[in-house]
């Protein structure tokens, strides 16, 4: 330090700098320029094939609808999830009886929480075995069976939940949520613990109801945790492709059937992997690449809010 500071800070980050360069940077430069060739990801062969891979994921219908599945994740997995979970979280944190202590959680929050965040402790392995389960087409299957119990389907014809290309996504996005809304709400119980009881027993000394409590002062004050979990959770829509890889059917990373369940990710997977085109497989990761900056960044400004001091 005596020699100053510059130099001290300089040697302290010149080896991450390098190594985010090296493992991060270049990797990321080394897949824009494949994307211009045509190579097969088997050989240092290629040849410079300019906007090629582009212009044919323009007509690329497989493409498209995994596009599409993408879209309706990123959509409705954050607004699910998230709902779910602000309202378990108000509930289990401001959610119970007032009484002499004023404002109160239900009692044995500790262990809802517990409860509630235990699927994120488990595996996408895990997930998909149990899951597999629940999906079972046959009578032995959890969903089956609870719906033939109750008279709602027959042994005859039980649904085929994984395999009917208009319920596959609705399925995926039910795995997800469950596996999510856990995290969440201990994220969001988290910050709501920091939020003053006073200023909701003032608010119901004032006459306000439990949903006026919420609405206006819980979901302001949470607003910047809102965000963040907006921007992971639209991170998990575009990188579901080990979930839908493991219980969706469909040789080759799953997406079955007939692409219903197709994601970009699995599409990539396959490309590269079966097909031998990594030139084709990575123009859909620079279209990954720029797709999820810009709804991050989208996404951000959109729910920007001036910071609410209390």
Known sequence: MRHGKYPF????????????????????????????????????????????????LLDDEVFG??????????????????LIALFFAFMLNVGGKGGTGGVQ???????????????????????????????????????????????????????????DPDMVMWCVLAVLVWSGVGFYLVLFSAAMQSIPKDIY???????????QT???????????TVQTAWVYLAIVAMDAFALVSSITPGAYFGGGPDHHSELISTYLMRSFLRNGEAGYACAMGVVIFFFTLILTVVSLWATKRDKIEY
């Open 9 to 56: 800070i300089v040697g302290f980050l010149f080896l991450p700098i390098v190594l985010y360069v090296g493992l991060v940077l270049w990797p990321y430069a080394q897949t824009f320029g494949y994307s211009l060739t045509d190579w097969s990801g088997a050989s240092q062969e290629m040849n410079f094939v300019g906007l090629d891979n582009y212009t044919r």
């Open 65 to 82: 609808n995994a596009l599409w599945h993408n879209l309706l994740l990123l959509i409705l997995l954050p607004v699910v999830t998230i």
């Open 105 to 163: 959680g239900v009692k044995g929050a500790g262990f809802y929480k517990v409860v509630f965040f235990f699927p994120q402790v488990l595996s996408i392995a895990i997930l998909a075995v149990l899951w597999g389960a629940v999906y079972r087409t046959d009578q032995s299957g959890l969903a089956n069976g609870v719906l033939i119990k109750l008279g709602l389907a027959s042994v005859d014809q039980p649904v085929q939940w994984l395999s």
């Open 201 to 211: 027993e003032a608010a119901l000394l004032d006459g306000a109801k439990r949903g």
């Open 214 to 224: 919420f609405f206006k002062i819980t979901l302001p004050l949470l607003w910047e």
